[in-house]
Nanobody, 120 residues
Framework: VQLQASGGGLVQAGGSLRLSCAASATGFRITNMGWYRQAPGKQRELVAVAVSGGTTNYADSVKDRFTISRDNAKNTVFLQMNSLKPEDTGVYYC???????????????WGQGTLVTVSS
């Protein structure tokens, strides 16, 4: 399984960014797709997840500002981030849960991370 994320960068507070992550998962079915982030000196935390059935979940800190979506045909997940705040600064990691087709075992994978910096 390979994940390729893009879209991070530097933005002023109140601005917007859109992250994308394309997954390659031969031999697996992708179930959940989402984003985690890790701020300097803090633990990695879940930002948003979109499960295969269509349900989405968000961290309380990003509700009403961030929107997660996925293009299942392209195995791609997006994170639209609006009204960004300095506390949103961190490395954002794409995440997928996959189910192996031959035995249904499940695995979690994270991408390499993309840096988002929000200046005040």
């Amino acid at each position: 399984v390979q994940l390729q994320a893009s879209g991070g960068g530097l933005v002023q507070a109140g601005g917007s960014l859109r992250l994308s992550c394309a997954a390659s998962a031969t031999g697996f079915r992708i179930t959940n797709m989402g984003w985690y982030r890790q701020a300097p000196g803090k633990q990695r935390e879940l930002v948003a997840v979109a499960v295969s059935g269509g349900t989405t979940n968000y961290a309380d800190s990003v509700k009403d500002r961030f929107t997660i979506s996925r293009d299942n045909a392209k195995n791609t997940v997006f994170l639209q981030m609006n009204s960004l705040k300095p506390e949103d600064t961190g490395v954002y990691y794409c995440y997928v849960m996959v189910r192996r087709l031959n035995d249904y075992s499940e695995y979690d994978y994270w991408g390499q991370g993309t840096l988002v910096t929000v200046s005040s």
